[in-house]
């Protein structure tokens, strides 16, 4: 049985030292110059003495801490309760301590003017307050101070869990878009096959065992070629282009008198980087709208082009004219492509079709160009 692991703490003890030992720090500062404009006796022996108070300080506030730490990973609404009640009784342990150090331990007169008050008892006794008023006064005092500490520690501990979500969440998103982008990746695989073995049908039906057999072998070579790539990994143009030959080489068996194939693609765009299979759907759109519903030749042309910072891949062909209600390009195969530029470039890609008047079809895929072309 695996033993489970302890969430990794929000705020370590070095962080959690330094922060405490800075807060006591300013504390003996704000003091010792508000006695020094008021002008108090003896300012270096109350100077020991506030430092012997921030150094209990400092104890009390790190057994605070303890206790919030023990509180983290809770909701921020019970950090909060824990701060203000743990501080209850940190403040008074920390008020008898300065008590004690101020006004039982040698006491000593603080004013210049005897009249005022020998000594801090003296003064106490003027004022007519009790112990135990004493030690509230100082209390709420140090009450406060301990909150100030406990609100930054909760705000820290916060934000560091937020953004600890935050990275957490990126790498779900992450997650869930390579899981759509195999998926969707995956999907084109079977629906051009689904359309190769049509092929292959209509070829042994009608008694073309050559042919079968040269599509079969086009179609080995393809998987073999395609499938070893990774899904989540980009190819080079030139390797996509190499892919959709290796397709039309199946449909040529299929097509001979009627297809033809033009490649229009600079060599300076040949190593840019598109996704693995993008053009196939839109290669097998033009074969079954452009190429397959016609008994004349008909030319399919795969052609790229650079605009600003934008790559544009075209697949046209010069088949029949195309049924209205196919333009908007509504096919499986089609909205693979969509979906794919939506999970790969957000906005920053798309896919355009249009018929062309007279007959044709063209489908248009805008990309970033992703590495510079060459010169």
Not at 208 to 225: C, D, G, H, V, W
């Amino acid at each position: 049985m695996e033993r489970a692991t302890s969430p990794h703490p929000l705020i370590g003890h070095q962080v959690a030292l330094l922060t405490i030992t800075g807060f006591w720090a300013f504390y003996v500062l704000v003091v010792t110059l508000r006695a020094a404009l008021l002008d108090y006796n003896a300012q270096a022996i109350l100077f020991e003495r506030r430092l012997m108070v921030a150094l209990a300080g400092v104890l009390v506030t790190w057994i605070l801490y303890v206790g919030l730490r023990m509180a983290d990973r809770r909701s921020l609404g019970f950090r909060v309760g824990c701060t203000f009640i743990g501080a209850i009784p940190c403040a008074v342990i920390l008020a008898s301590a300065n008590f004690y150090i101020f006004y039982l331990y040698d006491p000593i007169s603080l004013f210049k003017d005897p009249s005022i008050g020998r000594s801090v008892e003296d003064l106490r006794e003027k004022l007519g307050l009790s112990f135990w008023q004493e030690i509230a006064d100082i209390s709420i005092t140090h009450y406060f101070f301990l909150i100030a500490w406990g609100a930054f520690y909760v705000a820290i501990g916060y934000a560091r869990e937020v953004r600890e979500a935050e990275r957490k969440m990126s790498r779900f998103a992450q997650a869930a878009q390579d899981a759509e982008l195999r998926s969707l990746r995956y999907q084109v695989n079977p629906h051009f096959l689904f359309n190769t073995l049509n092929s292959l049908s209509s070829l042994v039906l009608i008694g073309k065992p050559k042919e079968a057999e040269a599509m079969i072998q086009n179609l080995s070579n393809f998987y073999r070629t395609s499938l070893s790539s990774d899904p989540l990994e980009d190819v080079t143009l030139a390797e996509e282009v190499e892919l959709q030959r290796l397709y039309l080489e199946i449909e040529s068996v299929r097509y001979p008198k009627r297809l033809r194939v033009k490649i229009d693609i600079p060599d300076a765009l040949m190593g840019q980087h598109v996704p693995a299979l993008i053009l196939q759907p839109l290669v097998e759109n033009a074969i079954k709208y452009g190429v397959s519903r016609t008994t004349r030749p008909v030319e399919l042309t795969i052609s790229a082009k650079s605009e600003g910072d934008v790559l544009i891949l075209s697949v046209l062909d010069d088949g029949e004219a195309v049924d209205p209600d196919h333009v908007g390009g509504n096919g499986i195969g089609l909205a693979n492509v969509r979906d794919r530029l939506e999970a790969r470039y957000k906005s920053a890609a798309r896919l355009d079709t249009q018929a062309i008047p007279g007959g044709g079809f063209v489908a248009m895929l805008t990309l970033p160009l992703n590495r510079r072309i060459a010169r």
